[in-house]
């Protein structure tokens, strides 16, 4: 058993967790937050994916204890008081979803996405990696971004529009 202290959506929590809890199971069957989806449980599908200080990573490869004293952002912690994030706005307008399970996933991997461009992070599909990435970003650079989430209904495309308009800078972002 290991003592834990976790800031997850800004907020505080103290966990007391067998050493294999990892940090899907500990949102979801500990703290109730259930926005974040089991999938396949491997890291093969996405639909897990959270913020840990800013960076994308599968919940359910995370064990809890590793993330001890660092931020952790789920979809329940995207939105403010005032208002949905914009991505969260630029799915619901381009019906960036079907089924909506992976829904969460994806739209936690678009707010590091955002970041790692802003960042100037490169990838494998960047054409030069001694330019300055461009922005708004290729399709091609997103799509292979975005690659580690999947979508079993093929929304793809509707991901993608949102995901553009945001970058476009029709949505705005915080």
């Known amino acids: 058993m290991v003592s834990t202290t976790l800031h997850i959506n800004g907020e505080e ?7 294999r809890v990892t940090l899907l199971d500990a949102l979801r069957e500990h703290l109730g937050l259930t926005g974040t989806k089991k999938g396949c449980d491997r890291g093969q599908c996405g639909a897990c994916t959270v913020l840990i200080d800013g960076r994308r990573v599968n919940a359910c490869l995370t064990l809890v204890a590793t993330v001890t004293g660092r931020s952790v952002t789920t979809i329940e912690g995207l939105a403010s008081v005032d208002g949905l994030h914009p991505i969260q706005e630029a799915f619901l307008k381009h019906d960036g979803f079907q089924c909506g399970y992976c829904t969460p996933g994806q739209i936690c991997s678009v707010v590091a996405l955002l970041t790692e461009l802003k960042d100037q992070t490169v990838s ?7 330019q300055p990435l461009s922005f708004p970003a290729t399709d091609e650079e997103i799509r292979e971004r975005m690659s580690g989430n999947l979508c079993r209904c093929g929304a793809y495309p509707l991901i993608l529009a949102a995901i553009r308009e945001v970058m476009d800078g029709t949505v705005q972002q915080p």
Do not use: C, E, N, P
Not at 13 to 19: F, G, N, P, Q, R
Not at 124 to 130: E, I, L, P, S
């Open 124 to 130: 494998t599909v960047t054409a030069d990696v001694r």
């Open 13 to 19: 929590h103290h966990l007391h967790l067998d050493s």
